[in-house]
């Protein structure tokens, strides 16, 4: 069995963002007196580097856990084909085309908005747009406030409304022009491109995306006060095309609703596990997610296509190809495609996340 057919354990890949958090991350990681700071992500089987002034050179990038001087993008650069797979490569070329995130807010996200595919490469001439879907872990509330998004426009509201709002500094408008959604755990959320939302203060969330780091803020200020450049709100694009990267119909709040809150759908269970479909295919193309409970052993076949590991919450074992790999909470795993069959082995009831990327035609 080649090497590049086993699973490949991964370190903690971050990036300094622009907002505080990140006390969950570290909680789950073990950490015994975890605090808030502007490591507020943890970037999972990334290929992808942060974008942004605070970003330092190769920050997001994951590294081999065994081996930090190498990164996961350059040992998938090294073989295409037999990290991704075949197919995969054929359809969707030599990137994984997904990324997933954790992540923790302690203060209300900006505003912001994500271009298409098309805008991406026409702005900045790059493949991915930001398409993304939140899968809320738990929540936490901050000045007595139970966590929240911001999604979408209100039906009254126009893109001008918007704009006028931004050009004249108002938050709270900026925030009056949107829906507002109470969050709960086990709750995902779909955010198309061209989609106005915020992440509200108190989330703790699993974030799968396009591999892109673009995000066009629509606030002059965070919600801690600080002004925000202008090169950092449309990212050398200008005002004029980051509003027009809006999209987004107004629909009501039930519309919304049913727009994008995604209901989970269970797949299969046996007598030691359980998996549930957060997000397929049907919705999005362009990344799938599963969330997995383990209570004895699960099985998984041989696969042709590659996948992605987050441990939640647990301890046990993962068993492929006569490896064995423990499994903790924080613990994730790049999956190459043609890896053997996979057994989840738990010795506490164990909770993951595997995500996909882009959907491979067979």
Same mark, same amino acid.
């Given at each position: 069995?080649?090497?590049?057919?086993?699973?490949?354990?991964?370190?903690?890949?971050?990036?300094?963002?622009?907002?505080?958090?990140?006390?969950?991350?570290?909680?789950?990681?073990?950490?015994?007196?975890?605090?808030?700071?502007?490591?507020?992500?943890?970037?999972?089987?990334?290929?992808?580097?942060?974008?942004? %002034?605070?970003? %330092?050179?190769?920050?997001?990038?994951?590294?081999?856990?065994?081996?930090?001087?190498?990164?996961?993008?350059?040992?998938?650069?090294?073989?295409?084909?037999?990290?991704?797979?075949?197919?995969?490569?054929?359809?969707?070329?030599?990137?994984?085309?997904?990324?997933?995130?954790?992540?923790?807010?302690?203060?209300?996200?900006?505003?912001?908005?994500?271009?298409?595919?098309?805008?991406?490469?026409?702005?900045?001439?790059?493949?991915?747009?930001?398409?993304?879907?939140?899968?809320?872990?738990?929540?936490?509330?901050?000045?007595?406030?139970?966590?929240?998004?911001?999604?979408?426009?209100?039906?009254?509201?126009?893109?001008?409304?918007?704009?006028? %709002? =931004?050009?004249?500094?108002?938050?709270?408008?900026?925030?009056?022009?949107?829906?507002?959604?109470?969050?709960?755990?086990?709750?995902?959320?779909?955010?198309?491109?061209?989609?106005?939302?915020?992440?509200?203060?108190?989330?703790?969330?699993?974030?799968?995306?396009?591999?892109?780091?673009?995000?066009?803020?629509?606030?002059?200020?965070?919600?801690?006060?600080?002004?925000?450049?202008?090169?950092?709100?449309?990212?050398?694009?200008?005002?004029? %095309?980051?509003?027009?990267?809006?999209?987004?119909?107004?629909?009501?709040?039930?519309?919304?609703?049913?727009?994008?809150?995604?209901?989970?759908?269970?797949?299969?269970?046996?007598?030691?596990?359980?998996?549930?479909?957060?997000?397929?295919?049907?919705?999005?193309?362009? =990344?799938?997610?599963?969330?997995?409970?383990?209570?004895?052993?699960?099985?998984?076949?041989?696969?042709?296509? =590659?996948?992605?590991?987050?441990?939640?919450?647990?301890?046990?074992?993962?068993?492929?190809?006569?490896?064995?790999?423990?499994?903790?909470?924080?613990?994730?795993?790049?999956?190459?495609?043609?890896?053997?069959?996979?057994?989840?082995?738990?010795?506490?009831?164990?909770?993951?996340?595997?995500?996909?990327?882009?959907?491979?035609?067979?």
């Amino acid at each position: 069995m080649a090497e590049q057919n086993l699973p490949v354990p991964l370190d903690h890949a971050g990036a300094r963002r622009v907002y505080l958090g990140g006390r969950n991350i570290r909680q789950l990681h073990g950490c015994p007196a975890p605090e808030d700071d502007y490591f507020p992500e943890e970037w999972i089987a990334s290929v992808t580097e942060a974008a942004g %002034a605070d970003a %330092a050179p190769g920050a997001g990038l994951s590294r081999l856990r065994d081996n930090a001087s190498r990164t996961l993008r350059d040992l998938i650069a090294s073989d295409p084909v037999s990290f991704l797979g075949e197919p995969f490569v054929q359809q969707h070329g030599e990137s994984p085309g997904v990324l997933l995130k954790l992540l923790d807010a302690a203060e209300r996200l900006n505003v912001q908005v994500h271009p298409s595919r098309e805008e991406a490469t026409q702005f900045w001439g790059l493949p991915f747009g930001k398409t993304e879907c939140w899968y809320f872990l738990e929540g936490r509330q901050i000045n007595g406030q139970p966590p929240c998004i911001y999604l979408g426009l209100r039906p009254e509201v126009q893109t001008e409304d918007l704009r006028q %709002a =931004f050009e004249q500094g108002d938050s709270q408008q900026v925030l009056a022009c949107m829906h507002r959604f109470p969050v709960k755990a086990g709750e995902t959320v779909l955010v198309g491109s061209g989609i106005p939302h915020a992440i509200g203060a108190g989330c703790f969330l699993m974030e799968i995306q396009e591999p892109s780091d673009i995000t066009l803020r629509l606030e002059r200020f965070t919600s801690s006060g600080v002004q925000i450049p202008d090169e950092i709100c449309h990212m050398g694009a200008g005002y004029d %095309a980051m509003f027009s990267m809006i999209h987004y119909p107004g629909l009501s709040r039930e519309e919304t609703w049913r727009k994008c809150f995604i209901p989970p759908v269970p797949l299969a269970e046996e007598s030691g596990g359980r998996v549930t479909k957060l997000l397929d295919y049907s919705r999005c193309p362009y =990344f799938s997610m599963d969330l997995i409970k383990v209570w004895k052993v699960l099985r998984f076949p041989e696969d042709d296509i =590659f996948s992605g590991l987050f441990v939640l919450h647990g301890k046990g074992e993962l068993l492929a190809g006569g490896q064995r790999f423990p499994l903790r909470a924080g613990d994730q795993f790049f999956i190459p495609a043609g890896c053997p069959a996979i057994s989840l082995y738990a010795e506490e009831a164990i909770r993951l996340i595997r995500f996909f990327g882009p959907q491979v035609n067979r």
